[in-house]
């Protein structure tokens, strides 16, 4: 469900966004097939500018999951050095760097993504809301990037220990039961499970809701692991958790 206080973005076969001059829903894709330029804007590397570039990267990969031709650039001030690290870290596929944002090369649309209040051209923007306090200097990076993802990019993240932990659980829990549901048998991803997946991130990027799904699907008696498995496979297209990493390991 769409987070209180956001117009909702109604679920459609393409992805609609949420644009923050308007607070009304676009398609992210007009075109079908028709290029869309993906234009982060960074100003620095703290734990907001790096959700910024997280948020981009599942634009992205939301984009890519639909069928859609994306070309992703990162533009920005100071220390991107150090955000390309963090985002690398993170498992933040890499953008090109864009020195002149305006110059395209014939695409149907445009989607700035920026911190909320930061600078960005006239266009379809994406904001993105602040993260507060940044993480202390020995985190897991990817219950870090699950912690950025649990709340709805709108809403603000406040990073503590203990939000941290619980986010290292889940992905351990998570990537364990993956490992587990790939000796059984494979079976499709649900077609219920697949449209209420869709329908997530879909909807203005509700990856809160992805993650909803997969907590459902941890526990439903009636889904076989194969199923499962599968499942979580195809969200992980998304997500970028690595939670098929331990396949193959011992038990």
């Not at 990162?74 to 993170?90: D, F, H, I, S």
């Not at 048998?185 to 329908?199: G, N």
């Not at 076989?224 to 331990?246: C, I, K, M, S």
Request: charged share 25%; hydrophobic share 40%; with cysteine.
């Amino acid at each position: 469900m769409p987070a209180c206080g956001r117009p909702p973005a109604y679920a459609r076969l393409v992805l609609r966004i949420i644009d923050a001059r308007t607070g009304e829903p676009v398609d992210a894709a007009p075109a079908r097939r028709g290029l869309t330029r993906v234009a982060v804007h960074a100003s620095g590397s703290d734990t907001t500018n790096l959700r910024v570039l997280l948020v981009g990267d599942l634009l992205v990969r939301t984009l890519e999951l639909g069928g859609t031709p994306v070309w992703a650039l990162l533009t920005g001030g100071r220390r991107q050095a150090e955000l390309r690290a963090g985002a690398g870290a993170l498992g933040i596929r890499p953008f090109e760097d864009s020195p002149d944002v305006g110059a395209g090369l014939g695409e149907a649309q445009v989607v700035h993504v920026a911190a909320r209040g930061g600078q960005a051209p006239d266009g379809v923007r994406i904001a993105v809301a602040s993260v507060e306090p940044d993480p202390p200097g020995h985190y897991d990076p990817a219950a870090l990037r699950l912690a950025l993802i649990t709340r709805h990019h709108s809403v603000p993240v406040r990073l503590d220990a203990a939000g941290l932990d619980d986010a290292h659980a889940t992905l351990a829990r998570w990537r364990g039961a993956v490992a587990r549901w790939a000796r059984q048998p494979s079976r499709p991803v649900p077609d219920a499970v697949r449209r209420r997946l869709r329908d997530a991130w879909e909807d203005d990027l509700d990856v809160p809701g992805v993650l909803d799904v997969l907590r459902h699907v941890e526990t439903e008696p009636d889904l076989a692991d194969g199923a499962r498995f599968e499942t979580y496979a195809y969200a992980d297209r998304l997500l970028g958790l690595e939670l098929t990493r331990e396949l193959g390991a011992p038990s």
